[in-house]
């Protein structure tokens, strides 16, 4: 059973950083544009920030100048490096992955469970 692995949250003071971490299992003939959302406490899920199969990347403007996405160490992985972290941006951090190329065997869509980042 595959699963999105999501990693990296925690409780930070207002100004600190964290990084997260996400990916899939090698699924070589599946290629994914890999994103992250968030939910604050009583709100709903939003975007956050998107990573395309051609390396452009993609932020909400919350979090623009603040936040980076990059490749991980596998394909389908990303890290999602958070800096300058708000009160605001305490939120669940859920790992999302949408097909952009493969075979018939390869699903539309992963999400992970979520990781908690707390800023206070």
């Known amino acids: 059973h595959v699963q999105l692995v999501e990693s990296g949250g925690g409780s930070v003071e207002a100004g600190g950083s964290l990084r997260l971490s996400c990916a899939l299992p090698?699924?070589?003939?599946?290629?994914?544009?890999m994103t992250w959302h968030r939910q604050p406490p009583g709100k709903e899920r939003v975007f956050v920030s998107r990573?395309?199969?051609?390396?452009?990347?993609v932020y909400a403007d919350s979090v623009e100048g603040r936040f980076t996405i990059s490749q991980g160490n596998t394909k389908n992985a990303v890290f999602l490096q958070m800096n300058d972290l708000k009160p605001e941006d305490t939120a669940m951090y859920y790992c999302?992955?949408?097909?952009?190329?493969?075979?018939?065997?390869?699903?539309?869509?992963?999400w992970g469970l979520g990781t908690q980042v707390t800023v206070s």
């Open positions: 090698e699924l070589s003939e599946c290629t994914y544009v």
């Open positions: 999302g992955a949408y097909l952009h190329s493969g075979g018939l065997t390869c699903r539309p869509n992963y």
């Open positions: 990573l395309e199969v051609n390396g452009n990347t």
